[in-house]
């Protein structure tokens, strides 16, 4: 119909009708255009939400899993200042199974890294927009990620202590010793010796008689140290972004 009236106006030549036709083309295009665009923005801000409330609730799962982590590493630091006392005195107190049981959970590793798949998934979709809380999420990520480095091998003093302690004993140690719940690991230190248990003494001492058990111990523990000072940072970073991705998303919990 429109393009039947402009033709009719261009043989009356009727110009003003056809500046109206006109004018009311471009303004039904530029309309859709905008509409177009204004869904689009939407469908966008609806996306980003989206993904940054999954950020949020990330994070702050990252706080429990970071506070369990520190309370982990600073059991094992216990456990391993247990170990050295032996390594220096040879002496047990009362009994040798809780020096054994030291030994042992000083081996212990933890995993130090982030729920980080959505925030992975936001950073392709280039998100979130606002620059600051961009830059503040990256360096939140990168601080865990030198921890992980740091962490990323499985220490020698695990293995030289695994190597020497029977996989019987072993066995028992994790059925006794060890706890998991949920996402938190219980290092447990007043576990009940085997039964009929003759041994201990005898693994202690060749724990003892081995010069890499110490060296291997000085270094592990020095590791743990090290992370174990990030995870304030980690945490206090993490409370950080908590409030920043609530400033910007609003908090629907």
Known sequence: ?????????????????????????????????????????????????????????????????????????????????????????????????????????????????????????????????????????????????????IFSDLPQYRELVRSIIPAATQQHLWAECFRIEARHQYLIADCDAPAGDDKTREILDELRANPETRMSLNFWLSTVAVVNSTLDTQISGAQSVIHSLTDFVGDEK
């Open 1 to 149: 119909m429109l393009i039947q009236r402009v033709a009719i106006a261009l043989r009356r030549q009727e110009w003003t009708t056809i500046l109206i036709e006109f004018v009311l083309v471009v303004v039904g295009v530029l309309f859709a255009l905008e509409l177009d665009t204004w869904k689009d923005t939407l469908a966008e801000n609806a996306e980003e939400k989206r993904l940054l409330l999954a950020v949020l609730d990330d994070v702050r799962q990252d706080i429990l899993d970071l506070e369990n982590t520190k309370l982990g590493l600073e059991s094992v630091t216990a456990f391993g200042t247990t170990a050295i006392s032996f390594l220096d005195s040879g002496d047990c107190v009362d009994t040798c199974w809780p020096t054994l049981v030291a030994f042992f959970q000083a081996s212990q590793w933890m995993d130090v890294q982030l729920n980080r798949a959505t925030y992975e998934e936001t950073r392709r979709a280039g998100l979130p927009r606002d620059a600051a809380l961009r830059s503040m999420l990256a360096r939140y990520y990168a601080l865990n990620d030198q921890s992980t480095k």
